[in-house]
């Protein structure tokens, strides 16, 4: 299913790993957000550390939580 159009697409640093697949995410702006893995993630077990910059789609700009989907 193909993402939905109205999604925005940052740039952030893993800061922390939570339990369940959740994690905080610095974006480039300075805000810090919880955000959790994709599904394409999860199923190809793409891993996640402290450190690595990740690309997060929002829902919109003032959204505290996001979907990691790439690993850069």
């Known amino acids: 299913m193909?993402?939905?159009?109205?999604?925005?697409?940052?740039k952030g640093a893993i800061t922390e790993?939570?339990?369940g697949m959740?994690?905080?995410?610095?974006?480039?702006?300075?805000?810090?957000?919880?955000?959790?893995?994709a599904g394409k993630m999860?199923?190809?077990r793409i891993r996640v550390v402290?450190?690595?910059t990740v690309t997060v789609e929002m829902?919109?700009?003032?959204?505290?939580?996001g979907?990691?989907?790439r690993r850069l």
């Open 2 to 10: 193909p993402a939905p159009k109205d999604v925005i697409t940052v």
């Open 17 to 19: 790993s939570l339990p």
């Open 22 to 37: 959740q994690y905080r995410v610095t974006l480039e702006s300075g805000r810090t957000i919880l955000a959790h893995l």
């Open 42 to 44: 999860r199923l190809y």
């Open 50 to 52: 402290p450190g690595d």
């Open 59 to 65: 829902p919109d700009e003032k959204s505290e939580r």
């Open 67 to 69: 979907r990691i989907v």
